[in-house]
């Protein structure tokens, strides 16, 4: 960051809207191929308003999507050259259950991408991590390369390479206006930058930015429940930090999913969270929420009386983040469809941090007139239907 009084540096390589740890990676990837990089923030550092806070994110080898799967033995090297290049340690491997019925078409594609035969039933899960109940019938895949990140220890790293590589972070600015061209001019509340690429990853505030350059994207904000349940009895079989993280898909009780992660950010709490919540203005996020019940934290309490006896029933501490779905959750990595010089990375839809590594080299990439490392089929622009008519 440059300091007080000091001549600021008006014309840039590349632009950088957005230093979550999406837009964060991206400018690590340009700074690392000499590419003179400005990376903004609208927010002090650190801060609480986005995506990208908090201590604590899964990474996962297993996913039913296979364009998903094949990227993360790529996160996982790109993680550990982070931890290198910092002398941090940014993740610890835990395991991960998957849980569902048996035969459960997203369950058995996990169980493929793993390239595992094993499924647990009760007894045997019960065996293994006896904090968990499966119900009668369910079954369960391990991960075991899976395990927790320590998201804000990981943004600040990447951040600290991005410096280290001669990129320069702006934050407290605000983004007030983007003009298109060959080259993109950006104006803050501090000062007005010229590149002849730009790259917008501002998280939920994306929508806002795009509509500016006539396109509308199916971006929905959405105010998520972080919630930190109890253990009966501190250090009880299973639930302590040595418990595995778990993910659960296709039961009828929660069809957006639940998640959870052992007691790592809080001594004697277990993080456990429902994988949707309520659509809101980012702007407002702060906003205190209303004293009834949510019906997230019902859901929640039933679950966790039934899978996890050894929780208490009712959050101990409860935070908030936030998601930008898309109508299908996969990401959006994409050229805008009339100004090829400014690239989008938007709509991570709750689950991109681990990905973010691999998300920030396709940015970069795609900035850089490249062809992209993986097939960018699913994170097209032009899935969306209408909004094409809007940027003509």
């Known amino acids: 960051m440059a300091a007080p009084g000091q001549p600021q540096q008006s014309t840039y390589d590349v632009i950088v809207i957005g230093a979550g740890i999406q837009g964060s990676f991206t400018a690590y990837h340009l700074a690392q191929r000499h590419k003179d990089t400005l990376l903004l923030e609208q927010f002090l550092l650190p801060h609480s308003r986005g995506s990208s806070h908090g201590q604590s994110r899964i990474i996962r080898s297993a996913y039913?999507?296979?364009?998903?799967?094949?990227?993360?033995?790529?996160?996982?090297?790109?993680w550990q050259q982070l931890e290198a290049e910092t002398g941090t340690t940014l993740y610890r491997q835990t395991g991960l259950v998957v849980l569902g019925p048996p035969g459960e078409p997203e369950l058995e594609a996990c169980r493929r991408s793993l390239g595992v035969d094993e499924v647990l039933d009760a007894a045997a899960l019960a065996q293994r991590f006896p904090?968990?109940?499966?119900?009668?019938?369910?079954?369960?895949v391990l991960d075991s390369t899976a395990g927790v990140l320590f998201a804000d220890q990981a943004l600040r790293a990447v951040q600290e390479v991005f410096r280290r590589h001669g990129g320069t972070l702006r934050d407290g600015e605000k983004v007030l206006r983007i003009e298109p061209g060959a080259t993109v001019t950006v104006t803050t509340t501090a000062g007005v930058y010229k590149a002849p690429r730009l790259i917008i990853t501002a998280?939920?505030?994306?929508?806002?930015?795009?509509?500016?350059?006539?396109?509308?994207?199916?971006?929905?904000?959405?105010?998520?429940?972080?919630?930190?349940?109890?253990?009966?009895?501190?250090?009880?079989?299973?639930?302590?930090?040595?418990?595995?993280?778990?993910?659960?898909?296709?039961?009828?009780?929660a069809p957006h999913?639940?998640?959870?992660?052992?007691?790592?950010?809080y001594p004697g709490l277990m993080k456990v969270c429902h994988h949707h919540g309520s659509p809101t203005d980012p702007e407002k996020r702060d906003q205190a929420p209303s004293s009834a019940p949510h019906p997230d934290i019902t859901l929640l309490s039933s679950f966790i009386s039934s899978y996890l006896p050894g929780l208490e029933t009712q959050p101990a501490v409860m935070e908030t983040c936030l998601y930008t779905n898309t109508p299908d959750e996969d990401f959006i990595l994409d050229r805008?469809?009339?100004?090829?010089?400014?690239?989008?990375?938007?709509?991570?839809?709750?689950?991109?941090?681990?990905?973010?590594?691999?998300?920030g080299k396709l940015l970069c990439e795609l900035s850089l007139g490249e062809e992209p490392s993986y097939n960018m089929a699913h994170f097209a622009i032009t899935r969306f239907p209408g909004v094409l008519g809007a940027a003509q």
């Open 336 to 359: 805008h469809p009339k100004f090829s010089n400014i690239i989008i990375g938007a709509g991570f839809s709750g689950h991109g941090f681990k990905l973010a590594p691999v998300v």
């Open 257 to 265: 999913g639940i998640y959870g992660l052992p007691s790592i950010e």
């Open 131 to 140: 904090g968990f109940r499966l119900q009668a019938g369910q079954v369960a």
């Open 64 to 78: 039913p999507q296979e364009y998903y799967s094949r990227m993360m033995p790529d996160c996982f090297r790109l």
């Open 203 to 253: 998280g939920a505030w994306t929508g806002a930015f795009v509509e500016q350059l006539g396109l509308r994207l199916p971006l929905q904000p959405l105010r998520i429940h972080v919630c930190y349940w109890r253990e009966k009895q501190p250090g009880g079989a299973g639930l302590g930090s040595v418990s595995p993280c778990f993910l659960t898909l296709g039961l009828s009780q």
